[in-house]
C-alpha cells in the first residue's frame, strides 16, 4: 500500500479501481482493526469494523455494530457508503446486498465487493478532475513463437501484478 500512499499524499486523492489495489487496502483494514462507519437514515451511525474479506468470492464481512438499530437499518438498505480513517488518509466505499452472515462463529454482515474505493489526504485545495465513468480499455499483443496472441489487460496494480485476458495459446508464467 505505500505507491497508493505516497500518490495519495502528492495528489491530495486517488480513484482506486485496481481489484488487487483494493484487495490491498481492505486487507490493510483488516488487520489494522480499523474502524468502519457508514450512515443510517433516522440519525443512526453503524460503527464497525471489517472482519474478512474474499476477493475471490468478491464479499466483504463486517463485525455487527454494538447498537443493533443500526445493524438492523444496515441489513435493510439496498446500499451504504462505508467510510474509513485508515493509516492517516479517509477512504470510502459503497457496499451493496447487505445480508446476514458470520465470521468464526459471530453474527457478521456481508456486502458484495466494492467496485472502486475513493481515497482522500488533508489537501486544504485538493485538485478536482474529471472522472471517467468506465476505465479505458487496454489491449496488447504479445510474441509467441512466430505468432501474435492479442490480450486484454484487466486489471494492474502499481508494483506490476496484472490479469490478462486473452486465448488459451497464452503461456502462463
Known sequence: MSDITT???????????????????LT???QDYSPVTADRPGQLIFLSRL?????????????????????????????ATFRCNHRGSQFGFTGVKSRLGSFKGQPAIEIDWPDMVLATHGHKNPVRTQVPTEPPDLRCRLPVGAIWLEARLVDMSLDGRAFLLGEPAIPVC
Do not use: C, W
Open 28 to 30: 490493510a483494514m483488516v
Open 51 to 79: 472482519v474478512s474479506i474474499d476477493p475471490v468470492k468478491r464479499r466483504v464481512l463486517l463485525a455487527f455494530s454494538d447498537y443493533k438499530a443500526a445493524n438492523t437499518a444496515l441489513l435493510k438498505s439496498a446500499s
Open 7 to 25: 500518490r495519495l499524499v502528492s495528489t491530495g486523492q486517488l480513484l482506486i479501481r485496481s481489484g488487487i489495489e483494493i484487495d490491498l487496502i
